[in-house]
């Protein structure tokens, strides 16, 4: 019985992830729907399927199972597809409606992402980049408007996604057109030298919070995310986009400037710091009976390289990450060699900050 026990309980936790994944296509599918609205293409590709099908089939051979179990599985997930991208439009609370917001940077993944969610929470969105071609062509995919900088006179929010060495800049800048009452926020994952700068320019007629979402622009929705905030100045407008993003599912977790860059120079700077190192020591290794913990690895460590400017970003401009750079490299001499006398040591060492980790899941 312990056996049926376990696999029951095995096969609950793939039931889960199942779901979660089938989730995570209806969404994307969403997205999909309203891209191809907006293009006059059809929400049903024949092509597409069949293309799918056969990947699917040549898989299933791949692991010895018998691909035409697969057939049907995947016809209901192209009828559910279809039926996503023909109801793109979510039904949110609503809680940004009437609310003009402009996304300055939202020709970027984290700015898109953001526009994306304020337009599904019924905002009257506008996306403004560096390039006028490029913001018009990202604006008609999520179905917002196009401007620039000047759209900041007449919205209630603005929200600046732009590369950390360029926040303070832009956002005190755009803070200088906005209007009385209005909201600005950033996105910036440093805040030392920028969002306590920002802080102490804009004037007090508006409303300033420091955002900072802990998950990057891949993720489908911001349900069980969490977004660190720095609450300068709130009022209404801020009551609004943060009741949005809790209904969205998102986790808002205060901080002050310090406590935020501190807790950030180990969850992005050591983090990131160990995986640069990880992966530059590969260098000689001819890439031979792999591993999937290793691959997962070096997926992180891809994502790493794919996102340089914002990872160099963080350790440069938040300042209590070369501390963490030099204990690191400290830590790695220390136990170099791996001696015996420290090898206990180390195995009590791991075992303590793995039992702090778990109280803090």
């Given amino acids: 019985m312990h056996e049926i026990s376990r696999l029951r309980l095995r096969i609950d936790e793939i039931d889960h992830h199942l779901v979660k994944l089938l989730n995570a296509r209806f969404e994307n599918a969403q997205k999909l729907g309203r891209i191809k609205k907006s293009e006059g293409l059809a929400y049903r590709d024949l092509e597409r399927e069949s293309e799918i099908l056969s990947n699917v089939r040549q898989l299933a051979i791949e692991m ?68 006028r071609r490029r913001t ?98 709130k009022g209404p407008k801020w009551a609004k986009l943060s009741k949005a993003m809790e209904s969205a599912g998102a986790r808002i977790r205060a901080s002050t400037v310090e406590s935020h860059d501190r807790a950030m120079a180990y969850v992005q700077g050591l983090h990131h710091y160990a995986l640069i190192c990880l992966g530059i020591s590969l ?22 390289v794919s996102a340089w400017d914002t990872i160099m970003g963080i350790q440069l401009a938040n300042p209590f990450v070369p501390p963490l750079r030099r204990k690191f ?24 900050n793995v039992q702090k980790w778990s109280r803090k899941q």
């Fill in 136 to 233: 018009q062509t990202v604006a008609r995919e999520l179905d917002v408007g196009s401007g620039s900088m000047n759209d900041a006179s007449t919205s209630d929010i603005v929200i600046v996604a732009v590369p950390i060495e360029a926040t303070r800049k832009v956002a005190l800048e755009v803070a200088s057109r906005m209007r009385n009452g209005s909201l600005l926020s950033d996105l910036s994952s440093v805040k030392t030298g920028i969002s306590d700068v920002i802080a102490n320019r804009v004037v007090d007629s508006l409303e300033y919070v420091s955002l900072h979402p802990l998950f990057g622009p891949d993720v489908d929705d911001m349900h069980g995310q969490n977004v660190a905030v720095i609450p300068y100045r």
């Fill in 64 to 131: 010895e199972r018998d691909p035409e179990l697969l057939g049907p599985v995947f016809q209901q997930i192209f009828k559910m597809s279809v039926k996503a991208q023909k109801n793109f439009s979510k039904k949110h609370g609503l809680h940004l409606r009437r609310q003009n917001v402009l996304v300055v940077g939202g020709t970027g993944g984290m700015g898109s992402f953001f526009a994306r969610f304020a337009r599904d929470h019924g905002a009257e969105v506008t996306i403004a980049g560096r390039s």
């Fill in 329 to 352: 490299a400290s830590t790695v001499g220390e136990i170099l060699d791996l001696p015996s006398s420290k090898a206990e040591w180390v195995r009590k060492t791991l075992r303590e």
């Fill in 283 to 304: 260098t000689e290794w001819n890439g031979s009976l792999n591993t999937s913990s290793l691959r997962a690895t070096q997926g992180r460590i891809t994502t790493l």
